[in-house]
């Protein structure tokens, strides 16, 4: 059964042992890589600053390096291998790297503890591929979305209380020994709940291993640029970890130097900024209506630009003079407030435009290749980490202070916006249809499982409103190629979205023939290719309210090119300001404003089946008394 929200998801065993082991492991990470950097800053640097900062940015570096080295071929093992199998492997590594970092803490070598950081580094890298790739096989279509904002708040909130762990355990008198007790205790935990982890058939058993990690990176990278979508995905989640490490990075000198706040000041900010995130991710589930919405994608790249540059604008001129301010002293002063909410909406539109596009890469890559995929991304991710240190430090070093570095990046982030959604128009025609669909109306859908997930299919649909297109197309997983009125077709800024949405217009025989034989010409096309074809067999608005005859040209089509044919209805759109109720559509005044309406479809019918009288009795059935 599907869960009925993002919170009963965590009572399922085939998500929460998995949403457990990961957040152990991230909370590792971070655990014993802060430990170890403090260690390094208070201990190292008394004696020998300059070595200090050496081995500070040699941690950095070699926790980021395995991701480039052995992606390609953690994602190879995790297509490969049972996966729930796979991630006890990985985990028991784990256990051996802390026992190793353990050794590492109470010796104090440094030496060690770096070469085990590097380890950490490589435990991640293996970890990362099945991360993403295991969810499709225990969740639902419609739960990705509530699985990946569970990972992404998981993970970001590992991230900042186990970097919180670390700095407070070495701290402590004899912090060698607590530090060396929580990484190894948190590390068998994790283990632990490996066990319950369901089984995930590997995607791809006979998959040979190249074990040359250049060489299969390319492979990985020209597979995934194959898929357009997914590969503008991938560029799309590597720009948040870009945008993203640029602001965790500057965020504790901008809170000293700019804000004037001490310590527990950018503690403050860290633990809102990753709460936000998490608020974010969780939020996707309820504003798409638990379907992967890539139009939320445009919606949070606004909102990191907007609440960005406002950052920039609510920062103060100068920062309090005298002693850096505790929280309560930071919080009685001037704007801080305002600070602290964009903040949070950074991190709220960051989950937002990140969870989405997850779910995408997730679900429109070939399952026989998801892991190589997402380890392309980390690869990515990697790479513009990497850019991001490199392109922050040449700005500051042109002079640039920190309020102007984040002032660039949100501009940054929207020229990416715009130029990937030139490239991609399908991100913004499905963001225009999210808009229109959720502030005009109340939508509730039943039945949509029913659409295939693959291969070729019609659905067929009563036609009540000019909206009706856009809202099936809003509501379906599988893009819809709707066959329309060349006059609909052409409405001013509907048909942006048309075009985008590869509609088909088409004309009666009598009016243009030509328009008409090249409609059927390009549905049979789309059909061939395993797409889904919507139609509206009415073949005009009713301007009753009644369900009209439906014409034969479904029947031409199923013949042409054998496929199910899918029933739907829509219900609750008579009298809406696109329908005809009042006369002529959209110039009336509107007499109802966000109503509520449904969309029910039906199970599928058999192409030899698929006769225009069978199918108006489905979808009059469907539709019941309230068209």
């Known amino acids: 059964m599907a869960h009925d929200n993002e919170f009963t998801l965590l009572q399922e065993r085939r998500f929460l042992p998995f949403f457990v082991t990961q957040f152990l492991g991230a909370f590792n990470d971070n655990v014993f890589k802060n430990a170890l950097i403090i260690l390094i800053a208070f201990q190292i640097a008394a004696s020998d600053p300059t070595r200090s900062n050496l081995l500070i940015n040699m941690s950095a570096a070699l926790f980021v390096l395995p991701f480039f080295l052995f992606s390609a071929t953690a994602g190879q093992l995790s297509d490969k291998f049972e996966k729930s199998r796979y991630i006890r492997w990985v985990k028991l590594l784990e256990i051996a790297i802390m026992l190793g970092a353990a050794a590492g803490f109470m010796l104090n070598s440094v030496p060690l503890l770096i070469a085990m950081l590097f380890m950490m580094g490589f435990h991640s890298t293996l970890f990362g591929p099945v991360k993403y790739s295991i969810m499709p096989q225990h969740l639902r279509p419609e739960e990705l979305i509530g699985g990946n904002a569970w990972i992404e708040m998981g993970t970001n909130m590992a991230i900042l209380l186990g970097t919180m762990l670390g700095g407070i355990l070495i701290a402590w008198p004899r912090g060698h020994l607590w530090v060396s007790c929580a990484v190894i205790t948190i590390a068998v935990l994790g283990f632990l709940s490996s066990l319950a982890i369901p089984k995930a058939p590997p995607a791809a058993p006979d998959l040979k291993i190249n074990w040359n990690p250049a060489s299969e990176t390319w492979n990985i990278l020209k597979f995934t640029y194959q898929n357009f979508t997914v590969f503008q995905s991938v560029l799309g989640i590597s720009w948040f970890w870009f945008l993203g490490s640029v602001y965790l990075a500057q965020l504790p000198n901008f809170t000293k130097l700019t804000l004037g706040g001490g310590e527990h000041v950018v503690t403050l900010l ?63 002063q001037p704007g801080s407030w305002r600070v602290l909410m964009d903040v949070v909406l950074i991190g709220v539109f960051g989950g937002i435009y990140i969870v989405p596009l997850y779910a995408l890469v997730q679900q429109r890559s070939a399952p026989s290749h998801l892991s190589r ?164 067999p009415e073949g005009q608005l009713t301007k009753d309210g009644e369900l009209g005859a439906f014409k034969g040209g479904i029947e031409r089509i199923v013949r042409r090119t054998p496929a199910p044919v899918v029933p739907l209805a829509l219900r609750g759109m008579w009298g809406s300001f696109f329908s005809r109720r009042y006369g002529k559509a959209m110039t009336h005044f509107p007499r109802r404003f966000w109503s509520r309406i449904e969309l029910v479809a039906g199970e599928p019918v058999p192409a030899a089946q698929a006769t225009s009288v069978l199918l108006r009795e489905r979808v009059m059935t469907l539709r019941g008394d309230r068209p």
Request: aromatic content about 10%.
């Open 270 to 332: 860290l633990t809102l900024f990753a709460i936000g995130i998490g608020v974010g991710s969780l939020l996707c589930e309820r504003l798409s209506g638990r379907m992967v919405e890539i139009g939320l994608v445009p919606f949070g790249s606004i909102g990191l630009t907007v609440f960005g540059v406002d950052l920039f604008f609510a920062t103060p001129a100068s920062p309090p003079q005298g002693e850096l301010l505790g929280m309560l002293a930071f919080l009685a």
């Open 373 to 536: 995929v997402i380890a392309g991304n980390n690869i990515l991710n990697a790479v513009f980490m990497v850019a991001a240190a490199l392109i922050a430090v040449a700005l500051l070093d042109q002079g640039l202070n920190i309020p102007q570095l984040l002032l660039v990046m949100a501009i940054f982030n929207a020229a990416v916006a715009v130029y990937v959604f030139a490239l991609v128009p399908e991100f913004l025609m499905r963001f225009v249809v999210w808009i229109l669909v959720n502030v005009i109306y109340r939508l509730r859908t039943k039945g949509l499982e029913h659409i295939p997930d693959e291969g070729p299919a019609v659905v067929v649909c009563n036609h009540v409103s000019y909206m009706d297109a856009l809202i099936v197309i809003g509501c379906c997983r599988r893009p819809i190629r709707f066959v329309m009125d060349h006059q609909i077709f052409r409405i001013p800024g509907l048909n942006f979205i048309f075009r985008t949405a590869g509609a088909v217009p088409i004309a009666p025989a009598r009016e243009n023939p030509e328009i008409l034989e090249s409609a059927y010409d390009r549905v049979a096309r789309y059909l061939e290719d395993g797409e889904v074809v919507g139609i509206f």
